[in-house]
C-alpha cells in the first residue's frame, strides 16, 4: 500500500506568516492528493483537492502545490481562524490513506 | 443543502456489533459513493471503507478487514456499516463522508461515537 508521510507533526507561527506543510507519498499517485482542515471539536473540511484545486468557499491564502510525490499545502498569511490540525489524502485508490497531520498554533 | 448524519454510536463490550447508519439528503444518493472515516480519541482520521454508487466496488482498510460489512440502500438515502468482533481500539468517532473514485470527501458527517470497553 501507498504511505502517506506528512511534516511537520506540528508548527507554532505568528499571526501574518507564510506556512508550509509537506506529505510525501511513497509511490505515484498523479495528482489525486485532498487536504482537509480540522478546527479543534470540528468536523473536517475539504480545503483542495486535486493537489491545487481550491474547494470553494476557501480563502485564496490557501493553496496546494505538487511535485513528482511531494505534495505542499501553503497558508500565504497565517490568520487566527487557521488554527486547526491538517491531513493530506490520496484517493486514486483504496486504501484512502490520509497522513498524520499537522497541528498549526498561533 | 447536503446533509449527512450518522447515528447508531454508542458503547459496546470487546468481541460485541454495533451498526451505524448514515442518512444522506439534499443530493442524488445513488449517484455517489459513500465512504466511513474514523478518529480515535486525540488521533488523525483513518479511512475504514467505501461502497460505490451501485455497491459494485466494495473497500475495506485492513484493520478492518473481515469484521466491518459496509453496505447502503439508495432507495432510503441511507449507508450503514455493521461492525462485529468488535476491539477496544475500534474506539471512535465514525463519520460518513461523500466520494468517490478519483474524487475527495467534499462532505462529511457529524459522527457518532463508538466506545468498546468492557
Known amino acids: 500500500d501507498i504511505q502517506m508521510t506528512q511534516s511537520p507533526s506540528s508548527l507554532s507561527a505568528s499571526v501574518g506568516d507564510r506556512v508550509t506543510i509537506t506529505c510525501r507519498a511513497s509511490?505515484?499517485?498523479?495528482?489525486?492528493l485532498a487536504w482537509y482542515q480540522q478546527k479543534p471539536g470540528k468536523v473536517p473540511k475539504l480545503l483542495i483537492y486535486?493537489?491545487?484545486t481550491l474547494q470553494s468557499g476557501v480563502p485564496s491564502r490557501f493553496s496546494g502545490s505538487e511535485s513528482g510525490t511531494d505534495f505542499t499545502l501553503t497558508i500565504s498569511s497565517l490568520q487566527p481562524e487557521d488554527v486547526a490540525t491538517y491531513y493530506c489524502?490520496?484517493?486514486?485508490?483504496?486504501?484512502?490513506?490520509f497522513g498524520q497531520g499537522t497541528k498549526v498554533e498561533i | 443543502e447536503v446533509q449527512l448524519v450518522e447515528s447508531g454510536g454508542g458503547l459496546v463490550k470487546p468481541g460485541g456489533s454495533l451498526r451505524l447508519s448514515c442518512a444522506a439528503s439534499?443530493?442524488?444518493?445513488?449517484?455517489?459513493?459513500m465512504n466511513w472515516v474514523r478518529q480515535a480519541p486525540g488521533k488523525g482520521l483513518e479511512w475504514v471503507s467505501s461502497?460505490?454508487?451501485?455497491?459494485?466496488?466494495?473497500y475495506y482498510a485492513d484493520s478492518v478487514k473481515g469484521r466491518f460489512t459496509i453496505s447502503r440502500d439508495n432507495a432510503k438515502n441511507s449507508l450503514y456499516l455493521q461492525m462485529n468482533s468488535l476491539r477496544v481500539e475500534d474506539t471512535a468517532v465514525y463519520y460518513c463522508?461523500?466520494?468517490?473514485?478519483?474524487?475527495?470527501?467534499?462532505?462529511w458527517g457529524q459522527g457518532t461515537l463508538v466506545t468498546v470497553s468492557s
Open positions: 463522508a461523500r466520494g468517490g473514485t478519483s474524487s475527495p470527501l467534499d462532505y
Open positions: 439534499g443530493f442524488t444518493f445513488s449517484s455517489y459513493s
Open positions: 461502497i460505490s454508487s451501485s455497491s459494485s466496488y466494495i
Open positions: 509511490q505515484g499517485i498523479s495528482n489525486y
Open positions: 486535486a493537489a491545487s
Open positions: 489524502q490520496k484517493y486514486n485508490s483504496a486504501p484512502r490513506t
